[in-house]
DNA sequence: GTGAAAGCGCTAACAG
DNA sequence: CTGTTAGCGCTTTCAC
């Protein structure tokens, strides 16, 4: 059933229904008899408008794409479940897609969501993405970007402290006694990363220690970064780790179970998991507060939606020191 | 940029743009020079068309809707993204949305999905969404259900062996010498959950062993939950537990971990999880292929929507038992 | 108070 | 071979 339709029926022009529908009968000055006959037959026949044909006539499409490395991870897929259920609250919807950090597939991504006319982007950019950012930025479209900053870009940022809450975190390793402290992360530029390496090197060298570094390549995964972690610790002699996000940690944790070689280290890692709380030791780490920052992504992309002259917002947001077994 | 401007501007007709666009140039008996042309300068100004209005034409939207219970879970988390994958392929996108099992919000969503015009459905549905998914059927909206079956409802379905699953699980716990085997599932009147506990009951009277049932009510979360699971073993003498889920499972871990006084148990849960494989014993499990299952799927959802009167899928994808630690 | 009409950008039948 | 035309369903301005 269709606007037109129910004019036919109800004798009045599409305009009249199309106005009683949204609410706007007082403005477009329908008699209230008028538009409580329509608003009846509305409700009696469960009439819903086209939300495409809506969209196309208002150039609004109350639908917001979402742009992750990777839904299912537990970093990502519980930043989703927020800030779906923010939006919801607006009614807003949500088109999502994974880039599994490719940045091709990142590129072909966010050109779709453009075709599909989203009301605005929030994403995690992958490295290279710049350029396309940049453009992206140019068209005027509200944009939050999240997780990892793109340094070059004027944009809304929401993201957690990495440089200093990687400086508290191997402090407190060296607070707890540890002499020693090796660091695990991945082989990137991503910002986020670098600053998580750039506070191990820091407090490591305030604390007049040496530095140890084992950077991973990002697609190095199972067995292959096993082998290297497991080499990383036969050929070092550190008393603690650290690690700079949690699925090393979690590697780290399968070569230690498996070699039993390996001596007791203090651990700590950036980004909680499930597991940290039930491995023998549990797992110190520094936790990302993930359902703030997906409601600030939030307030800032409709912040911007409803005035898109407003400044754009840069949040940091603290992460957490969880103590827990592995940093006693 | 629009088809209309083009046109005007290379002094053709909007339709013959259209149909070069769309690769109809043969079909409408185009010039191969004249569409030489059109094709040249489109790309040189790099016009990409608006989907909106396409799929308000076309009445076809390229996109799908995916209704899971949590985007952010360990099960629905990883299927999203193969969704996402396969249906890339066809270059279709993914609208979705996290019911939190609650079925007016459900409702809802599914409401909202339709006014989008989404071109098919993918979802685990809730309890009592039965009309509702019903009148979706109604509607010939190519649609495919999986993980949780509605058994009134005659759709596409994908899922695992519950039933056969559960009782392999269970058999091989006796098979491993454990005289009395504890279940532990969700007081739920899901489908895969009864056929579960259904598969739990019939090997344990086959073994001429007695049940021991523990039912936890779905939103019974954290501590309370915690402290059922204590008493229910405080209270029992069993040498072994089922769980019917992987959470639960791990509830159950930080329930042992807490409290020293519990024995060891065998275990053997449903459903996999990263914990799983670190825990100290690394625990025994059902696991279903999501890879498989997604796959299915989405080739059952593309299916029905190139052929709408295509029968019915009703896909059963075979759970594997995975042995590890807590099965010796 | 109400309705006619133009327009959002695209498709597709049909007429030349 | 190519262009005209009539929609898709809704919004919104402006004239009556």
Redesign the pocket.
């Known amino acids: ?7 036919a029926k109800l ?9 009683v ?2 609410g ?2 007082e403005q ?8 409580k006959r329509i608003m009846d037959y509305v409700d009696s026949i469960g ?8 969209s ?4 609004k499409s109350r639908t917001i794409g979402l742009i992750v490395e990777n839904i299912g991870d537990s970093f990502f897929g519980p930043i989703a479940l927020y800030i779906e259920e923010y939006l919801r609250k607006y009614n807003y919807h949500v088109l999502y897609s994974s880039t599994l950090n490719d940045e091709k597939l990142a590129n072909t991504i966010l050109d779709t969501m453009l075709d599909k006319y989203v009301d605005g982007i929030i994403m995690a950019p992958t490295l290279g993405q710049e350029e396309q950012v940049q453009k992206l930025i140019d068209t005027k479209l509200p944009l939050v970007v999240f997780d990892r900053r793109i340094p070059s870009l004027e944009t809304n940022y929401i993201g957690t402290d990495n440089y200093s809450a990687s400086k508290r975190a191997v402090q407190y390793l060296f607070e707890c006694g540890y002499k020693s402290i090796g660091m695990i992360t991945i082989d990137s530029k991503q910002v986020q990363m670098l600053d998580r390496l750039r506070g191990y090197r820091e407090v490591v060298d305030s604390n007049n220690s040496t530095e140890d570094i084992l950077q991973i390549p990002y697609n190095l995964v199972g067995d292959s970064r096993k082998a290297m972690i497991d080499s990383f610790l036969s050929e070092n002699s550190f008393d603690a780790l650290y690690f700079s996000t949690n699925y090393l940690c979690v590697s780290a944790l399968k070569v230690l179970k498996a070699n039993k070689k390996h001596k007791h280290y203090g651990m700590i890692t950036f980004d909680d998991h499930e597991i940290f709380e039930l491995n023998l030791p549990t797992i110190s780490c520094m936790r990302q507060p993930i359902e703030e920052i997906a409601k600030q992504i939030v307030v800032t992309l409709l912040g911007q939606i409803n005035d898109h002259k407003k400044p754009f917002d840069d949040i940091i947001i603290p992460s957490e020191l969880i103590i827990r077994e592995s940093t006693q």
């Open positions: 059933m269709s606007i037109k339709e129910i004019a004798n009045v022009s599409k305009s009249t229904v199309s106005l529908i949204n706007k009968a477009g000055r329908i008699s209230e008899a008028l538009a009439y819903k408008p086209n939300a495409l044909a809506k196309l006539a208002t150039g």
